[in-house]
């Protein structure tokens, strides 16, 4: 049972351009959106979060988007840079609960 | 600013053998948890921790996997007896509040 889906599985932008990755989720329960970048060898860190109560939340050149009728929610990074070519996962989570991960979105962002 | 710091950073063992793999949570944190991420592959929960006992398992932490916060700052993940399957990367991870969830630098296990 998926309780996230995270596409795509790989995306590689041109320095300058927006990246743009998506998740859906079933559980209506979930409270709790975060993004998390993880470098190789490196533990996953949190970029970005947003609760139910918004529709979008920009931090720097990181935007969440969130629709919750759809039960969806994407990352977009503006202006793409090479430093940002990482392994990005959503996760889910109620309360106290686990996160729960997607499979992960390998980014390269080409000079 | 604050870590979860965990050691150690790798270990390699032969299959059978038991290992333990520590974490130090952030101080003021009072929910642990232990992730494990196969390489390439998505991170996986594994226990979750609180109030000395566990909160919740995944079907991945069997009987061979137990976890125990032996003093007031560190948090272990034990395994009984290593298979080559347990090779992965193990995170450990501890929040305050619900919300941010603050992982370590990981453990990587490779079992020979």
């Known amino acids: 049972q998926q309780q996230v889906k995270q596409s795509p599985q790989s995306l590689i932008v041109q320095k300058g351009g927006i990246s743009i990755i998506n998740c859906a989720y079933e559980?209506?329960?979930?409270?709790?959106f975060p993004w998390y970048q993880q470098f190789p060898g490196k533990g996953p860190a949190l970029l970005i979060a947003?609760?139910?109560?918004?529709s979008e939340k920009k931090e720097g050149r990181f935007t969440i988007s969130f629709n919750k009728s759809a039960k969806q929610f994407s990352l977009h990074i503006m202006d793409s840079q090479p430093g940002d070519s990482a392994t990005y996962f959503c996760?889910?989570?109620?309360?106290?609960?686990?996160?729960?991960f997607g499979a992960g979105t390998r980014l390269a962002v080409h000079p | 600013e604050p870590e979860v710091t965990q050691t150690p950073s790798h270990q390699v063992t032969q299959m059978g053998q038991e290992v333990i793999l520590r974490c130090v949570p952030i101080?003021?944190?009072?929910?642990f948890y232990w992730y494990r991420q196969i390489l390439g592959q998505k991170v996986e929960f594994l226990v979750s921790?609180?109030?000395?006992?566990?909160?919740?398992k995944s079907e991945i932490f069997d009987d061979q996997f137990s976890v125990e916060r032996p003093d007031g700052s560190n948090f272990t993940l034990k395994i009984r007896s290593t298979k080559l399957e347990d090779s992965a990367m193990y995170f450990c991870?501890?929040?305050?509040?619900?919300?941010?969830?603050?992982f370590g630098e990981g453990s990587r296990l490779t079992v020979l």
């Open positions: 991870a501890s929040r305050r509040q619900p919300g941010e969830l603050f």
């Open positions: 559980n209506t329960a979930f409270d709790y």
């Open positions: 947003i609760r139910p109560d918004v």
């Open positions: 996760a889910v989570s109620g309360g106290y609960n686990k996160l729960i």
């Open positions: 101080s003021n944190h009072l929910y």
């Open positions: 921790f609180y109030n000395n006992e566990i909160s919740e």
